[in-house]
T-cell receptor, first 109, second 117 residues
């Protein structure tokens, strides 16, 4: 079966760095997405990785290793507004999105 | 855990016809479901909020007569694209709320790829 795993909840301190991991087992691979979702809002696209390596975009970076079925989202200089759910999703060989359950990130002062 | 099933996974239809997409919550009751549209490598665009037993609330710019939403039960919401045109070709995704007012209280369907020819 297809499976995406990510931690249920993480807590970090304002100004610090946090890494959210995502491991996947899917039927084929056509890219991995990271989204941020605040309660009551639509998910916001953060990144898309289809090749191995690190993609940096401001305070957020995303890494992919296809051979390991592994990705992480790195958030630097954490701000209180970064408290949200972070969703990992993989597009399989049929171009369907397989979603992780999301990681609830709590930022403390 | 909370599971949302979305069907069909993909559909090809002729211009002018209608297509129905179903979104089911399999192991929980969802009084609220959301319908999104996704363009490549972009954020999900919220189309409408579907509440069980009442009319859906559409986002600005979304034609309610074209995208018909029905949420007749606590486990099923449907989106019907009426008189589809090639510009309606997109990836449609639903989500259901299983924890109200909670970060992470949403579960997403796998999406429906609609191609209008």
């Amino acid at each position: 079966g297809q499976n995406i795993d990510q931690p249920t909840e993480m807590t970090a301190t304002e100004g610090a760095i946090v890494q959210i991991n995502c491991t996947y087992q899917t039927s084929g691979f056509n890219g991995l997405f990271w989204y941020q979702q605040h309660a009551g809002e639509a998910p916001t696209f953060l990144s898309y990785n289809v090749l191995d390596g690190l993609e940096e975009k401001g305070r957020f970076s995303s890494f992919l290793s296809r051979s390991k079925g592994y990705s992480y989202l790195l958030l630097k200089e954490l701000q209180m507004k970064d408290s949200a759910s972070y969703l990992c999703a993989v597009m399989d060989s049929n171009y369907q999105l397989i979603w992780g359950a999301g990681t609830k990130l709590i930022i403390k002062p | 855990g909370a599971v949302v099933s979305q069907h069909p996974s993909w559909v090809i239809c002729k211009s002018g016809t209608s297509v129905k997409i179903e979104c089911r919550s399999l192991d929980f009751q969802a009084t609220t479901m959301f319908w999104y549209r996704q363009f490549p490598k972009q954020s999900l665009m919220l189309m409408a909020t579907s509440n069980e037993g009442s009319k859906a609330t559409y986002e600005q710019g979304v034609e309610k007569d074209k995208f018909l939403i029905n949420h007749a039960s606590l486990t099923l919401s449907t989106l019907t694209v009426t008189s589809a045109h090639p510009e309606d070709s997109s990836f449609y995704i639903c989500s259901a709320v299983h924890q109200v007012d909670e970060i992470g209280g949403y579960t997403f369907g796998s999406g429906t790829r609609l191609t209008v020819v």
